[in-house]
């Protein structure tokens, strides 16, 4: 249960400041959108009065951290019953929105706000890092009251406890102060014990942002006394090595797919064409003026044979031959908040934003 807030007022004589109605609940709804801090975790407000395909409106729609979506619904004057059928049936909406829904959201919502950030701007902003592939495989129920009666939290406890629905009630007591207004907040039941709920796994697939079919990220993780990107750009190649998680996704990288080369904590550097499939170090062979030659005869400013790897296939330098339709030094490397960027070697990259900003920024269709 929710605990009550007291509050004191110190700077003369202790003074109790007694609660108050706020005058326009409606005002929550301004205050929430302004200053999300105000429910007490990170969310990208990605749309207000969102309209669903029954015709009702969610006050507020978010995404958290973890790309779940989170429904924000104002309590008003409604009776407990009313208010917690409206946010399950909002729920029954929410869980089957794909990824391109949810991003249509949020531009829709920058339209009529005159906002212009895209969703992963906007995201990297909010978190620090970049938007996940798959957006709303879970999500959160949020009941916003300025008061609460037994029976709304009766009903409550009784969701979230025998059958798990993610509902919580977030209690914003209101304080006035002569001039001065204060909000405190208080959840109804511990906010840690609220398990989002994840969609099944036929729709969680639907939650994935879509592959065109041909990109794929690659990581060239460059390291002191180990692999060089002047090496990989000067003569065509990526690599990796050094463990299973490494060398496995390398591995996976089909012929005539476009890589987009990104270098950890730098941005990214290269776009090119997969020539062939990977080969251990010690079997690679990369093209020089038209003609197939053994990588480990050229002139080479990084290491890549490791004598105690030899016999771990997972453990050795994979090399994957490239055609570069662009590369540059590491100094002129690319970066912007928003930006895909994982500890996978290779992986498909699903990330519009990026793929679309890298190659207007190369020169690239």
């Known amino acids: 249960m929710g605990t009550k807030i007291a509050m004191w007022r110190i700077d003369g004589e202790p003074r109790r400041v007694q609660p108050a109605k706020l005058a326009l609940e409606s005002r929550l709804e301004d205050i929430i959108e302004t200053q999300t801090d105000v429910l007490g975790q990170p969310i990208l407000l990605i749309g207000r009065q969102v309209p669903t395909k029954y015709g009702k409106f969610i006050d507020l729609l978010g995404v958290n951290a973890d790309g779940d979506v989170v429904v924000i619904e104002l309590k008003r004057d409604r009776t407990p019953r009313d208010v917690v059928a409206q946010v399950l049936d909002y729920a029954s909406w929410v869980q089957d929105l794909e990824n391109p829904e949810v991003r249509a959201i949020f531009d829709d919502y920058q339209r009529r706000t005159g906002g212009a950030a895209s969703f992963d701007e906007a995201f990297a902003e909010v978190f620090g890092d970049g938007a996940p592939d798959d957006l709303n495989t879970r999500h959160q129920l949020i009941v916003v009251a300025s008061d609460m009666d037994d029976a709304t939290e009766r009903l409550v406890a009784y969701l979230s406890g025998g059958y798990q629905v993610p509902i919580n009630v977030l209690l914003l007591d209101y304080f006035a102060d002569g001039d001065r207004e204060y909000l405190a907040r208080t959840w109804l039941i511990d906010d840690a014990s609220v398990t989002a709920t994840r969609s099944g796994a036929a729709s969680a697939a639907k939650k994935q942002a879509a592959w065109n079919g041909h990109d794929w990220y690659v990581s060239f993780g460059e390291e002191a006394g180990g692999r060089s990107w002047d090496d990989a750009r000067t003569h065509g190649f990526v690599s990796a090595g050094g463990g299973e998680w490494f060398s496995r996704t390398m591995r996976q990288l089909p012929v005539g797919a476009r890589v987009l080369t990104h270098i950890p904590k730098s941005g990214y550097v290269a776009v090119g064409e997969v020539l062939a499939p990977a080969r251990p170090f010690e079997d690679a062979v990369?093209?020089?003026?038209?003609?197939?030659?053994?990588?480990?005869?050229?002139?080479?400013?990084?290491?890549?044979?490791?004598?105690?790897?030899?016999?771990?296939?997972?453990?050795?330098?994979?090399?994957?031959?490239?055609?570069?339709?662009?590369?540059?030094?590491?100094?002129?490397?690319?970066?912007?908040?928003g930006f895909f960027a994982n500890q996978n070697s290779a992986c498909k990259l699903r990330n519009e934003y990026t793929i679309s900003e890298v190659s207007s920024h190369f020169g690239l269709d």
Not at 287 to 297: I, Y
Not at 299 to 316: N, S
């Open 286 to 337: 990369v093209d020089r003026d038209g003609s197939e030659v053994p990588l480990s005869s050229l002139a080479l400013q990084g290491t890549y044979v490791f004598p105690e790897r030899d016999d771990d296939q997972d453990q050795r330098e994979w090399v994957v031959p490239v055609r570069w339709l662009t590369a540059v030094p590491r100094a002129e490397a690319f970066w912007k908040p």
